[in-house]
């Protein structure tokens, strides 16, 4: 800990003059940190309690006190209102006339409706140099004895600008909460006041209810005597300030009051079930909060309203050269593990998946389905319990339905919705609402679904329930197994028979998938077709390895001197191994070992050794069937003797990002130049690969393609905006580095 009396930065301060009026917990931390870090040159005090201003100065909280609000926020630059929420107002009103030019204003308050309020009243309008703000931190203790500058770390600071704030104050109040250790968000207002209701009020108000009413009964000192644990730490916040309590509740009295209704609705369907002993409906509420305490932080900062200003950035740090040898699985197939989870939901009676893959994507399907009221149990070490609801069984979620990085999951989940009798919205992370939905939008408003999107066609998707849904015959104008699948699911809610025909082959897991759960399908040729009235029945499904996956260390090991790698249970359905078809025609060595079929599906184990590759024209035939794959393709390309062209891979411009450009740039940072077409892309191979960093625009793909280079790099190799690698292959950088790839991983 730094002398409290001397600043520990000497760094130029974010600010010349804090004034804190309170001395409380939250603002004596927040000036005793500030003071500490150096953020600021000077801290004025302000509070109603004298003594508390000396001992602010004796600990070295503050530089100065001063008598009045007034006083202390003359020649502040920031201006931290820290006094009881119903207080707000007053404090305002004394400060309004002494306030300097260029000031920022916050609050620490937990409710920011009323902060707003007061703003309004006392100014007239919401000056755009006022910010809200929220530290969700505290303790027990209160007082100006109980500073802690340390109390921000690792916790969360809700900011609630509106469009007309000024964005130079967001950014350096921004930076004074993120140097204390916090970090720091943004919502509106409004919102941020229904969060807080149902995290932070409506817990605290049951711990006080629930000391309250065990206390009051004859034997509660036996009660107290034998509590265990779990009780102590659940009423541990019922110790919190009464007072301040009290005023956050009549402050944010209508959030409170819904959230509180919501929860008392929720409590008696929990007591009804007990009283009639339906073990379903417990197990169906505990499985679904399990899953959502699990996945409680990635949900809470994933929602489209919650911008993260303070972003926790992944970067690789790759070493050049190394070796490729072992003998690996990799992750299970992302595509089977979303339509194992979709299918067994709509089934009748109990699926049970292994190999599932639990990655944050597949995760977020899972819980989408458990906001729909389907108990599902797990994941554990890849098993999934699932008790399917039937065809019709689903229910209205509470809210929207989250889907994070997921593009597969929104497409297919736009048709199985479509044919829903109640509302649904759809959306995802930042990297998902870029991404158009009108090719899979259109189809099913013919199909007579209504679907609202946001401007350009993307997420959210907004899709009115209750709709009489009637097949349709529809020529796909671009192969996609996303929207094919995405068709055929609507079919099975849709009045006659839903026929979709692809210009050429795609992965075709749903209709295997539908087959294996006992729905008819039928296929002619390049159409599949599906007609309402059947039922998918529950069963086994064994997800084998993902092939876009391992297409990572097939090329890894194509391109490397003296590899051998052999990679266990890859599926190898005949839609999804161009991959492997390609790296053959350009001269790899890659073997099939123990071909057999698990659940409908062929799977075999692959070695691949390393063989010279030369460049060719890729078919495009085989476009379509290493649709995903083109990323790490590239990379194998720089690699071959002669020049690789690829032709008719529009698609590729419109995934996670604009794959062909995004590659094209990447390569060109480590030297290596191509020519970018409109559907495709030329590369001359035989060209070295320097050292250099490259962005992956966050496209987990682009980010593992470019580990894979680093093997024929002449130096290191950084890459930028990796954190969405763990979304889709959570162990990557353990098997990239078990089977010789030097690759680091930096977190900041």
């Excluded at 801290?43 to 600990?59: M, N, S």
Aim: net charge negative; with cysteine.
């Amino acid at each position: 800990m730094a002398d409290p009396t001397t600043p520990a930065s000497s760094a130029a301060p974010l600010f010349r003059r804090m004034a804190v009026i309170g001395l409380g917990l939250i603002g004596g931390s927040l000036a005793r940190a500030a003071r500490e870090q150096g953020l600021v040159a000077e801290v004025v005090g302000a509070d109603q309690r004298l003594d508390d201003l000396k001992t602010g100065v004796e600990l070295g909280v503050i530089d100065r006190g001063s008598p009045t609000a007034a006083e202390a926020v003359k020649g502040a630059d920031l201006v931290v209102v820290a006094v009881p929420v119903r207080a707000v107002g007053s404090v305002l009103e004394e400060i309004r006339d002494h306030l300097a030019e260029g000031v920022v204003l916050t609050d620490v308050g937990s409710t920011k409706s009323s902060f707003v309020q007061a703003v309004r009243e006392v100014f007239g309008c919401w000056p755009s140099w006022v910010i809200p703000g929220h530290p969700i931190a505290g303790s027990e203790k209160s007082g100006i004895t109980a500073a802690n500058p340390d109390l921000f770390a690792a916790h969360k600071v809700i900011l609630t600008p509106d469009e007309h704030s000024d964005a130079s104050a967001v950014e350096r109040l921004s930076g004074l909460w993120s140097a204390c250790g916090a970090t720091v968000l943004t919502m509106p207002v409004e919102r941020h006041d229904e969060v807080l209701a149902a995290t932070s009020h409506l817990p605290h108000l049951i711990a006080f209810s629930l000391v309250d009413t065990l206390a009051g009964e004859d034997d509660n000192l036996e009660i107290f005597r034998y509590a265990a644990g779990g009780f102590r730490d659940f009423t541990r916040i019922a110790a919190s300030d009464p007072v301040m309590w009290h005023d956050i509740f009549l402050s944010n009295r209508e959030a409170v009051l819904k959230v509180i209704d919501h929860f008392s609705a929720d409590l008696e369907s929990l007591r009804s079930a007990i009283e009639q002993g339906d073990g379903k409906q417990l197990l169906r509420v505990f499985s679904r909060a399990k899953a959502a305490r699990d996945h409680f932080s990635k949900m809470l900062s994933g929602q489209a309203y919650v911008t993260t200003m303070s972003q926790k950035q992944v970067t690789f740090k790759l070493q050049p050269g190394g070796s490729v040898r072992g003998d690996i699985r990799v992750a299970g197939d992302k595509s089977m593990s979303h339509r194992s989870i979709m299918l067994g939901a709509l089934a009748d009676g109990i699926t049970e998946v292994d190999g599932f893959l639990e990655g944050e994507d597949s995760l977020a399907t899972l819980q989408a389905f458990r906001d729909m009221g389907v108990t599902i149990e797990g994941p554990d070490q890849g098993h999934v319990r699932i008790h399917g609801v039937g065809l019709h069984g689903l229910q209205a979620p509470r809210g929207s339905l989250y889907l994070g990085n997921s593009g597969t999951a929104m497409r297919l989940f736009a048709g199985l919705l479509a044919g829903q009798a109640f509302d649904t919205q759809l959306t995802g992370d930042e990297s998902l609402t870029k991404r158009p939905m009108n090719r899979v939008a259109d189809p099913l408003r013919e199909m007579g679904a209504v679907i609202d999107t946001a401007e350009g066609g993307r997420p959210p998707l907004t899709i009115k329930g209750g709709q009489a849904l009637h097949g349709i015959t529809y020529n796909m104008p671009m192969a996609s197994a996303q929207v094919k699948s995405c068709l055929l699911l609507a079919g099975l809610y849709a009045e006659g028979e839903t026929a979709v025909t692809e210009p050429a082959p795609t992965r075709d897991h749903t209709e295997r998938m539908l087959q294996g759960f006992g729905y008819p399908v039928t296929r002619e040729g390049a159409t599949a077709k599906v007609s309402s009235g059947g039922q998918l029945t529950g069963g086994h499904i064994d997800v084998p390895a993902d092939i876009s996956s391992a297409a990572f260390f097939l090329v890894a090991a194509s391109i490397t001197p003296g590899a051998d790698l052999t990679l266990r249970h890859v599926g190898i359905n005949p839609t999804r191994v161009g991959v492997i078809n390609i790296l053959r025609q350009m001269g790899a060595d890659i073997q099939l070992e123990n071909e057999r079929e698990v659940g409908g599906e062929p799977v075999a184990d692959l070695r691949v050794r390393y063989a010279p590759l030369k460049g060719i024209r890729i078919p495009e035939d085989q476009v379509p069937l290493a649709i995903d794959e083109f990323p790490v393709l590239f990379i194998a390309a720089v690699c071959a003797e002669g020049e690789t062209v690829l032709t008719g891979a529009e698609e590729l411009r419109v995934k996670e990002s604009d794959r062909i450009q995004v590659m094209a740039d990447g390569l060109a940072e480590l030297g290596v130049a191509s020519r970018v077409t409109p559907d495709g892309i030329e590369i001359r191979g035989g060209q070295p690969m320097r050292a250099g960093t490259v962005n992956s625009h966050g496209d987990h793909r682009i980010a593992m393609a470019f580990a894979v280079a680093s093997l024929r790099a002449e130096g290191e190799i950084t890459i930028t905006d990796c954190a969405n690698v763990a979304t889709s292959f959570p162990n990557f950088v353990e098997l990239a580095q078990g089977v010789g790839i030097q690759l680091k991983v930096e977190a900041s």
